[in-house]
């Protein structure tokens, strides 16, 4: 998941089949990358490169929509929020899937058991003749 999270492959760059939809959008990498750059890019301005036509300074905003393509829709407390509840639902997904489990495995050990009872041979024991 940390090869489609936005740091090893920018989300544009990723196959839209499995690997952006829906991979980019569980792995937990791509709100704490983004959460990252949008805490320490945003509100600063950098001396831009010395091109003809180019603006003096590009912001940090710029940086993070063309450059990194993050999506500044939402703030980074978002972001924070998502990564929250990340963790919330896979505990509770754990918890679910451990108690499924202690409650399946009695009942499977039943059926596995079930066709190797051993048999009881009832013998009727003849008289003893004179």
């Keep these: 998941m940390m090869l489609n999270g936005g740091f090893f492959r920018l989300p544009h760059d990723l196959p839209k089949p499995v690997w952006r939809y829906p991979m980019y959008y569980i792995a937990f990498h791509k709100y704490a990358n983004q959460g990252f750059y949008k805490n320490e890019f945003l509100g600063l301005t950098f001396p831009a490169s010395n091109q003809a036509g180019a603006a003096a300074t590009v912001t940090g905003h710029e940086i993070l929509r063309d ?64």
């Design 67 to 130: 450059y990194w393509q993050v999506e500044l829709g939402y703030s980074k407390w978002v972001d924070l929020g998502i990564l929250c509840g990340m963790v919330v639902l896979y505990r509770v997904l754990f918890l679910l899937i451990v108690k499924l489990t202690e409650n399946m495995k009695p009942m499977l050990q039943r059926l596995r058991f079930r066709g190797h009872a051993p048999s009881v041979h009832v013998a009727e024991h003849g008289s003893k003749s004179p």
